[in-house]
């Protein structure tokens, strides 16, 4: 439950705020079938809790300057750990999606083409203040938007890249509606990594992810970033846990390297609140680390494998080739 103007709000129920209707956590209450407790998790999948110095300073950056970031609206386990080390993904476009998949804890409704045009500004001053030279800026899905949002991601690429020229940029965007002329507009602002999550197996796809997503459109969005800009890196990110088989991974691998892509991350589902999907399977370290070597062995710059890694988990440690110091940690993951 979280609170609304002082007031709690239910996960699932319907709220108001600043004249736009939304679902909390993105799903109705009873559309799952999950209602029972949601049991035990391993103990490999213990997080950091939050706390510290460091991390009060990032969230009081980040509230001062009326940003969301993915780490609080999607209930990220690694929120405590990255944090405490002076982190965070920004989530630009506004803290209400226009979709509704159903792993996914992002409020959803329709913002009618509302945008923060201080919000690029406000992104800038963010990375500056807490000294960042890597960021991550993702997004809500903006369907009500002609262009998907392109154009204010632009904005706030250009926004950070001016006040902080040496900062790299990873952006990762939603699927545009296939609009590639968007992901030109994204791809053209001088950011390092673009990435674009596929999420899950193709067989899985249409039945998690909202009806205007796909798998194929996911990678055709991925493979025609780099063409636009050949030394633009590309990412992007499975889940596992959702009813998959680890063949089913593999042969998804292949469609990545078939796209082009450099990076993959590879996280386990977790079951954000009663209402959404439930865990199908906990996968554990050890399988993890076998489905990083099969990805490498495929090609992969790196395949950032582990029970709590998501997309963008550690993304500024990705080039230094040892599954983001998790390889140096055994089973540990935030």
């Not at 049991?39 to 950091?48: H, I, N, Q, S, T």
């Not at 979709?99 to 992104?123: K, Q």
């Not at 807490?130 to 154009?151: C, E, I, K, Q």
């Not at 545009?176 to 999420?199: C, I, K, M, P, S």
Request: proline residues 6%.
């Amino acid at each position: 439950m979280s609170d609304f103007k002082g007031y709690p709000v239910s996960s699932g129920t319907v709220f108001e705020q600043d004249g736009v209707r939304a679902i909390k956590d993105g799903v109705k209450q009873g559309k799952e079938t999950s209602s029972a407790p949601r049991g035990r998790k391993p103990e490999w999948l213990k997080a950091r809790a939050p706390g510290g110095e460091a991390y009060r300073r990032v969230r009081n950056i980040v509230h001062e300057h009326r940003l969301s970031t993915v780490c609080e609206e999607s209930h990220c386990p690694n929120l405590g750990e990255c944090w405490s080390h002076g982190t965070a993904t920004f989530m630009v476009l506004g803290s209400v999606c226009t979709r509704t998949c159903r792993f996914c804890s992002v409020d959803t409704g329709n913002p009618h083409g509302r945008l923060d045009a201080e919000e690029p500004r406000h992104c800038a001053e963010s990375v500056r203040l807490m000294g960042l030279r890597y960021v991550v800026l993702t997004s809500v899905d903006r369907d009500d938007l002609p262009d998907g949002g392109a154009g204010h991601y632009a904005e706030c690429v250009r926004a950070i890249k001016a006040e902080s020229p040496e900062t790299a940029v990873e952006v990762l965007t939603p699927d545009f509606q296939g609009d590639l002329e968007a992901v030109r507009t994204v791809v053209d602002t001088g950011l390092e990594v673009f990435a674009h999550n596929v999420e899950v197996v193709p067989r899985i796809s249409p039945q998690v992810r909202d009806p205007r997503a796909g798998y194929q459109q996911s990678l055709e969005v991925l493979a025609a970033a780099k063409p636009m800009r050949p030394g633009v890196m590309t990412k992007s990110s499975l889940m596992v846990g959702v009813g998959e088989t680890d063949d089913e991974l593999l042969a998804a691998f292949d469609d990545l390297r078939h796209a082009d892509v450099d990076i993959v991350t590879l996280g386990q589902y977790l079951q954000p609140t009663r209402n959404h999907m439930p865990v199908d399977r906990y996968v554990t370290p050890q399988a993890f680390e076998a489905l990083r070597e099969a990805g490498l062995e495929r090609g992969f710059r790196e395949v950032v494998a582990g029970p709590l890694v998501r997309s963008s988990y550690r993304a500024d440690r990705v080039f230094e080739g040892n599954n983001v110091g998790l390889a140096n940690a055994g089973s540990e993951a935030g």
